[in-house]
DNA sequence: TAGCTCACAATACAAACGTATAGAGTGCTG
DNA sequence: CAGCACTCTATACGTTTGTATTGTGAGCTA
């Protein structure tokens, strides 16, 4: 399946990609109406004919990556596909973007944002409750472990400069997930999800 | 020795902590003079006649925060402080509206921030390479260590949250350095800092 | 005391911005 | 073919913002 190609696309899914990269790049506020039509190919009116406001073009922007995000946990997690190299191909092709945009959308105070987040919190704690029954603070554990994920995206850019690669190309991407493991106490992060993890980046590795 | 209460500074350092709170809370480009200079009690013209435009008095921000954090920095680590309440006791008073400033600079494009990054990631190489001299990627370990870490400081609004309690706060300072404890091996933390950090932490858990 | 410097305020202005409004073009439907 | 609905552009308006300019008063100095 060939990838889609931005000008294939219609207007008000353009501007929608467009707003994302602009708001991830600059933050929301920094970003204007102007330059996401003119990234998008169209005229200024057309975006508040699509989307209205500035701000419902955020919440637009919001909802579609936390439904992209929720679906492909779905896929990947709950169906058990985190060592399928088509499903890692495709979530490496699409998700860069959106996670982009996820990072800015943490510290530019989306609430949709903040809900994944406490989302994610929330059944990383049912996770550590079940492996461990002791009374460790698991509420500060998950919180941290999922400050600690999400930081590494929020800090994207910094990570890919250090790095001298970009963290969303494969090369990143595969020492980053490495050094995750290495560094985090394998028990925090499920003997299963952890197996799946390596044997993924172990697949993508060999790919190379 | 007494807080010092913000009416007691000059207008100048009135300007620069509310533009650091400003800049924080907001953002750079969301954050205003007019906005600033209410906050400092003082007139907008002022913030120019002391700062000149907008962006020199972010530089002012940035160069201020470094400074602090490499002072801090050269105090408890170099000097071996990490231990001493009354250090502990001073750091947690002062630090969290710089680090506010600063896990906000981190995600708003500040060179000086960028700068910081970088040289947190090369002295922990260096420490990672001192202790284990295997061709593991230590760069990358380093990258993910440092990023992980500035993470929670990125993300203090979300993990304050779901803790329920400020991060900045007693508790909540205590909760999230345990957590991070347990989450990460210990060899990669160093034996020095871990014990300091240990000892540190239960030394405040003992006074409350 | 005349004059200079500096901290500070008030006003003015041009640019950029979000958004409201009006209208052009196209396709579908009765 | 008349008319409606929808996509899209162009223009205009009021607000906000950074900053330039000007003015004012207090303190210091010759």
Redesign the pocket.
Known sequence: MRPISEEDL???AR?RDAAMALFAERG??????????EAA??????????F??????RQACDEYVLSYVREQVAVGITGHNLGDPEYIENVHRSAPPLMHYLGRALVDGSPGAAAMFDELVNVTEQHLSSDDRSEADHRARATVLTAMKLGITVLHDHVSRALGTDLYGPQGALRVGKAQLDLIQPEFLGRELFEQARTGLEKLEGNR
Chains 1, 2 share one sequence.
């Open positions: 219609t207007a008000r501007i929301v506020k920094a970003a204007t109406i102007r330059g996401i039509a190919g169209v005229s200024p009116g057309l975006v508040q004919h699509h209205g406001t500035k701000e419902e073009l």
